[in-house]
């Protein structure tokens, strides 16, 4: 009976911090590794669209919405903040990112809600408008990108 229970701890003080998310991937360090993280054209968007949104999470919350911005536009994005109203001091704002491959126009949407000048909280989207309509996200896109960059028919 003593043994069984030795083992339970022993079981316990392994998967314990496992438990506890110490042990998941830490994932990419700076907007610029977030960009090279993932193969933005080509991989499944739910995916992608998950992933962004868990390492934009990763790397805001709990900062300083100053320097939270700042990154942001460091990395490329443009960054609007709305006015402060009675019922909320701390105003959102919304950073958007736009590029363009020969193959598809990816776009990025992070909204940061502060509480007392740290971010509180991150909303993020992720769409991409590919030629043709097979890897568009979140859904079939009809756009000139279709007409404009598809192949001339015989």
Known sequence: MRCSALIRVAIGAMVGPCALGACQT???ATFADLDRAYDWNLDDGD???SSF???LRRLLLGRNIGDALQQLRGAGYDCETG???ERHPDPLSVCTKSFA???CQL?????LQPEQDAVR???AGFSR???????????EQRSAIDDQLTPMKP
Not at 107 to 111: G, I, K, L, M, Q
Not at 130 to 136: H, K, L, P, T
Request: glycine letters at 8%; charged letters at 35%.
């Open 53 to 55: 949104e868990r390492d």
């Open 129 to 139: 408008d590919c030629v043709g309509v097979n890897r568009d996200f979140p859904g």
């Open 121 to 123: 909280s991150v909303d």
């Open 83 to 85: 006015e402060a109203h």
């Open 47 to 49: 995916a992608l669209a």
């Open 107 to 111: 776009d990025w949407r992070a909204e």
């Open 101 to 103: 491959t020969r193959a």
């Open 26 to 28: 830490p994932g990419p």
